[in-house]
């Protein structure tokens, strides 16, 4: 999954709509509360895992969801998903059109630093 879209000010109304419409996103979005596969999310949202793929490449492309690579010390990594928003703003521009921005969570360092310790910690 490429560029960030937050980072595009043009970020489509109708791709964030779209994905705040879809009842499967709304699941996703309610049951990631920690990091998270594929197949943790089908199993927890109770969906089948082609769908949470097609779910999680929706809320990405929406800039709500972030993909992560778990570093497995036997060389198998794993994509995992995480919540990479805290709110979503709709407001219209000076043409009465759009504007959506979605608001990003912020991760303080501290919590980085130990989100990457813990996971130091599991591989030992």
């Known amino acids: ?3 960030d879209p937050r980072r595009d000010e043009d970020l489509d109304p109708e791709t964030v709509f779209g994905a ?7 699941e996703i979005v309610r049951v990631l ?3 998270m596969t594929a197949k943790e999310v ?3 949202a109770d969906m089948a895992l082609s769908t949470a ?3 999680l490449d929706r809320l990405e492309s929406a800039a709500m969801l972030e993909e992560r690579t778990e570093v497995d010390l036997d060389g198998h990594h ?33 919590d980085r630093l ?3 310790w813990s996971q130091v910690r599991k591989e030992t």
């Open 1 to 3: 999954m490429a560029s």
């Open 20 to 26: 705040l419409d879809d009842s499967a996103c709304r």
């Open 33 to 35: 509360d920690e990091p």
């Open 42 to 44: 089908s199993d927890r």
């Open 53 to 55: 793929y097609k779910k």
């Open 78 to 110: 794993r994509s995992q998903y995480v919540i990479a928003f805290d709110g979503v703003d709709v407001d219209l521009d000076e043409e009465r059109r759009f504007v959506v921005d979605v608001e990003p969570t912020v991760i303080q360092p501290d």
């Open 114 to 116: 130990a989100e990457m």
